[in-house]
């Protein structure tokens, strides 16, 4: 099976932060059996974010967040999405439904209930890291 899975920004930053989280466990079991989707813009996205001053304290220094950001890009499928959806309450978070659909992906993965209320979408569901865990 091809699986592609969309990580939204929060589920990526977790998985970054706290690498023994069910995030990070979700990301690792998504990128052994199978490949993550990105799109330009939230990689640029994840790259700000992991910046914020209120991450310091999870980062010994920034060439372990630059490291994050590589095995992001490194270990990704970047898509450019073409088309525009308006479907979630969180206009911000329409980029990883629009990404999910270019890429035809296997799932969602967040923890965010402005995607999570929307599950399914267009056939592709919409589950937390857990539940990704017992699905996959």
Request: hydrophobic share 50%; net charge negative; with cysteine.
């Amino acid at each position: 099976m091809n699986y592609k899975f969309v990580f939204d920004t929060n589920a990526l930053i977790s998985a970054a932060l706290l690498r023994k989280s069910i995030n990070a466990k979700a990301l690792d079991h998504a990128l052994d059996i199978g490949r993550i989707v990105i799109s330009e813009h939230a990689l640029l996205e994840f790259a700000e974010v992991i910046f914020r001053k209120k991450f310091d304290k999870y980062f010994l220094n920034d060439e372990e967040r630059h490291e994050a950001i590589d095995r992001l890009e490194i270990n990704a499928l970047v898509f450019s999405p073409k088309i525009t959806i308006n479907a979630c309450r969180d206009p911000k978070d329409n980029k990883f439904l629009e990404l999910a659909v270019t890429a035809e992906a296997s799932c969602i993965v967040s923890g965010d209930q402005d995607l999570l209320i929307l599950h399914p979408f267009d056939k592709i569901p919409i589950v937390s890291a857990a539940d990704f865990l017992k699905i996959f």
